[in-house]
Nanobody, 124 residues
Framework: QVTLRESGGGSVQAGGSLRLSCAAP????????LGWFRQAPGKEREFVAV???????IYADSVKGRFHISRDDAKSAVYLEMNGLTPEDAAVYYC??????????????????WGQGTQVTVSS
């Protein structure tokens, strides 16, 4: 298990951009696959994106071409750049980690560690 701390959530108008950050202070994460999930009110938590230890990425169809996941192992951090936001993107976004994991469509069962979540609000 690794402690994950998200930041960067907030409110934005439709069409705007936000950058989420997730850090694992004091821990090496270079052997981990890192990802993002989101959960809107009344909906299941859903997969957004993942990046493997080698840098391979997978995105949910709903965010492909608009979101970009990246990692900086020197800072023990993973990022989610979100562009072209719509009200449908509004949710609590959760950082996720899986030791020795790969880049594929994760389910919640694939996740070893979760962050506490950060709220993203998109107004139309």
């Amino acid at each position: 298990q690794v402690t994950l701390r998200e930041s960067g959530g907030g409110s934005v108008q439709a069409g705007g951009s936000l950058r989420l950050s997730c850090a694992a202070p004091g821990r090496r994460i270079d052997s981990y696959a890192l990802g993002w999930f989101r959960q809107a009110p009344g909906k299941e938590r859903e997969f957004v994106a993942v990046i493997s230890w080698s840098g391979s990425t997978i995105y949910a169809d709903s965010v492909k071409g608009r979101f970009h996941i990246s990692r900086d192992d020197a800072k023990s951090a993973v990022y989610l750049e979100m562009n072209g936001l719509t009200p449908e993107d509004a949710a609590v976004y959760y950082c996720a980690a899986r030791q020795a994991g790969g880049a594929y469509y994760w389910t919640q069962a694939d996740v070893h560690s979760w962050g506490q979540g950060t709220q993203v609000t998109v107004s139309s």
